[in-house]
């Protein structure tokens, strides 16, 4: 099938039965909905599904506590927030994720200190921590890359040499274990997304978990404005300048099934992970993310691999891209590069930030090459590809070396 056409041309799909749909959900999710719907009890106030939600994932993890929040962008600042960061605060955040990571500082008046990351794991390399460090570090963010945890050890190092505080970015790694041990309770606090794409999700919704109880308080304070406690004679007393970020009980009670079904798929993904790993070893062009030994289990909350175009004909990634998604393989690129997103170049952060306030950096003179290489080479695939069988995985593989051997042939043509 060397010249065969590409579905992007006109021709049939490498794919030739469609992969595992995601959400996925049975009438487990249904009963809990309508059971939270005829209770009329839906806002945790009156409710039970949240805080028994809480309790379960943060058990699941291995921490004391948790707050369920909107989402995971406000997780990250109500943690910030919390931890007692603000102005003139510095957090160093990999240069290579999600934008939110970084705006998320912003949005509580930090700032942002951008680190590169390790070329195979795609997480904060823990040297460059260590080299953005100023008197004004406060705390180290790192992300665990599509489910693949950073090196706490390391980061967990540089953190108490430096008496700073680690907030696990684990918006994309539920159930992920370093050594053993799942992330949420290696650092000081972490934060979830369980927002759709994500490896469990009720549309929206994030947590915070930590081992501090006092921290989780505080979090509470923030995303409500008032303490836990609620004491009306002390109503006034107990309040501060906070915001609502409550999740309701509905997305709870469906998260608490979805937890139920995350360590079967998991198993699944990494079954279906490292043959393909195994598999695209084999293919020319293409470089799966890489895996430090002690990650123990790995979400997979996305499948990552650098693609080198020059082994496609130099076909663009983006086009690459296009092709997969025309194959049948839901496949996408991941993020700019933090520092070349148009709002990091010009500091457009207003109206919390003017351009030319002096505790931000000139992020368009910063260089983190190997984030700025994985912003263009690294092609994403939905992790619901790894929730069907071997032969979902075979033809996944076919897809990509049709397109490959299209793209040879047609260079020399
Ligand atoms: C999804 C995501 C977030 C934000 O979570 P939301 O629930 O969408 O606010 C943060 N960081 C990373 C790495 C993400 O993928």
């Known amino acids: 099938m060397s010249r065969a056409t590409l579905a992007i041309h006109g ?9 595992p749909e995601w959400p996925i959900y049975d009438e487990r999710e249904a009963a809990a909905v309508v059971a939270v ?5 839906w806002a945790q106030s009156s409710g039970s599904q949240v805080a028994a939600f809480e309790r379960e994932f943060a058990a699941y993890h291995g921490a004391g506590g948790a707050l369920a929040v ?9 943690s910030l927030l919390a931890h007692g960061i603000g102005r003139g605060d510095e957090v160093i955040v990999p240069a290579f994720t999600y934008i939110a990571t970084a705006t998320a500082v912003l949005c509580v008046n930090a700032v942002p200190t951008l680190a590169d990351v390790d070329p195979h794991t ?54 992920s274990e370093w050594r053993g041990r799942r992330v949420g309770a290696l650092g000081d606090s972490a934060i979830f997304s369980f927002q759709a794409i994500k490896a469990m999700t009720a549309g929206e919704g994030g947590i915070i978990i ?7 308080d505080r979090c509470f304070l923030f995303g409500n404005g008032r303490s836990r406690q609620v004491n009306r004679a002390a109503l006034g007393r107990d309040q501060v300048l906070g915001s609502n970020c409550r999740l309701a009980e509905m997305p709870a009670a469906m998260l608490r099934v979805q937890l139920q ?16 790993d195994q598999l695209l070893g084999d293919v020319e062009g293409v470089t799966p993310q890489g895996r430090d030994g002690r990650v123990t289990r790995h979400c997979h909350s996305m499948y990552m691999f ?41 500091r457009s952060f207003a109206p919390r930030w003017r351009a030319d306030d002096p505790l931000l950096p000139d992020y368009t003179s910063a260089r983190h090459p190997v984030a700025e290489v994985l912003a263009d080479e690294v092609v994403c695939l939905h992790h619901r590809v790894l929730l069907g069988d ?5 033809e996944l593989v076919g897809a990509i070396e049709k397109i490959r051997a299209h793209q040879a042939t047609a260079c020399v043509a």
């Open 11 to 19: 021709g049939s799909t490498a794919k030739t039965k469609p992969f």
């Open 37 to 41: 719907l005829e209770s009329r009890q």
């Open 70 to 78: 909107g989402n995971g962008t406000q997780a990250i600042e109500l």
């Open 122 to 175: 795609y997480c904060l390399d823990p040297a460059a921590v260590e080299a953005a460090i100023t008197p004004r570090t406060r705390a180290i963010m790192p992300v665990h890359m599509a489910g693949h945890v950073t090196d706490m050890d390391a980061l967990n190092t540089v953190a108490r040499r430096h008496g700073l505080v680690v907030i696990e970015e684990a918006a994309i790694a539920h159930g």
């Open 210 to 216: 930590s081992n501090n109880a006092e921290f989780i």
């Open 261 to 276: 079904r995350l360590d079967k798929q998991i198993a699944r993904r990494e079954h279906n992970a490292a043959l393909l």
């Open 306 to 346: 650098r693609y080198n175009a020059a082994a496609f004909g130099d076909m663009p990634g983006r086009e690459f891209v296009e092709a997969l998604n025309a194959e049948g393989v839901p496949a996408f690129q991941a993020f700019t590069a933090v520092h070349h997103t148009p709002l990091f170049r010009q």
């Open 390 to 394: 071997e032969a979902d995985v075979n």
